[in-house]
């Protein structure tokens, strides 16, 4: 296995994305957990980070929220820049073409200023 070594899931942070994509959507508990088919403690209990969930669980509730399951995973798991493109992706694609543009305005100018700064 060489020196990599398998790093498990949070399930605490995992649940925190999901509960915020859930507040962003301004679903309840409830509500999410009905969609999907679950109960509402369990729900609950993976917000919380106290229960896993099965894949197929995962993939409902990210098709649920309109995002993705790498989305939903990508701060769960130990990042590597595919996980950063990702997350910086799927901010992108729920914004109008103008906002994108003026965050990549923004994304050169914060990176202009470290390059700057580093000489």
Request: hydrophobic share 40%; proline share 2%; glycine share 6%.
């Amino acid at each position: 296995m060489g020196d990599y070594m398998y790093n498990s899931v949070d399930y605490k942070r995992l649940g925190e994305r999901i509960k915020e994509e859930r507040l962003h959507l301004r679903l309840t508990q409830a509500q999410l957990a009905e969609a999907i088919d679950i109960s509402d403690t369990y729900m609950g209990a993976i917000e919380r980070g106290e229960r896993g969930l099965s894949l197929d669980t995962l993939v409902m509730l990210a098709e649920r929220l309109g995002v993705t399951v790498d989305y939903l995973l990508s701060n769960s798991v130990p990042d590597i820049d595919s996980n950063i493109l990702d997350q910086f992706r799927q901010i992108m694609d729920k914004q109008p073409l103008e906002r994108k543009r003026m965050a990549i305005n923004v994304l050169r100018a914060v990176f202009a200023y470290f390059d700057d700064d580093s000489k």
